[in-house]
């Protein structure tokens, strides 16, 4: 996607190696909070190349309609402390399948049951899954590298 609304706060070139990108940087952080509100079956998949909505998809589940919303309430407060808006919102009332478009990537926060029928993880199976390379360090890892400085 050539468009990019996030931050100068999230790409500080003095905190960043030559890889940092933008977009994953916000996601970091998206994944990182939604984790924090208890988010469940955290995916992030790649779209380069296979879709023009977005280069990103970040999919996650609440338990029960107060928790979805709890989860997007808190993402969104997150990112727009890092100058990183939603350019939509859709589906907040209900807190069935609330979706977060963000340009670049997609949050879309979902009640279990939604999850199971919409399957998004099936639909896009040939995206690359890179959940790995976003998803926040350990606590001990991080208390174990602060020593070692």
């Known amino acids: 996607m050539t468009e990019n609304n996030l931050s100068p706060e999230i790409t500080d070139p003095s905190a960043a190696d030559s890889t940092q990108d933008p977009t994953l940087d916000a996601i970091r952080v998206a994944v990182a909070c939604a984790l924090d509100r208890k988010a469940a079956e955290v995916n992030v998949l790649s779209l380069e190349g296979l ?49 977060l478009d963000y340009l670049d990537f997609v949050m879309h926060i979902f009640h279990e049951e939604e999850r199971a029928f919409y399957a998004l993880d099936r639909l896009w199976g040939d995206a690359p899954d890179i959940t790995e390379s976003v998803l926040p360090e350990p606590a001990e890892s991080q208390a174990r590298s602060a020593t070692d400085d």
């Not at 999919?59 to 350019?87: T, W």
């Open 51 to 99: 879709s023009q909505v977005a280069d990103y998809f970040v999919l996650c589940s609440g338990s029960n309609p107060r928790q979805v919303q709890a989860i997007s309430d808190a993402v969104e407060r997150k990112l727009r402390d890092h100058r990183v808006r939603p350019r939509h919102i859709e589906g907040y009332r209900r807190g069935r399948w609330v979706l």
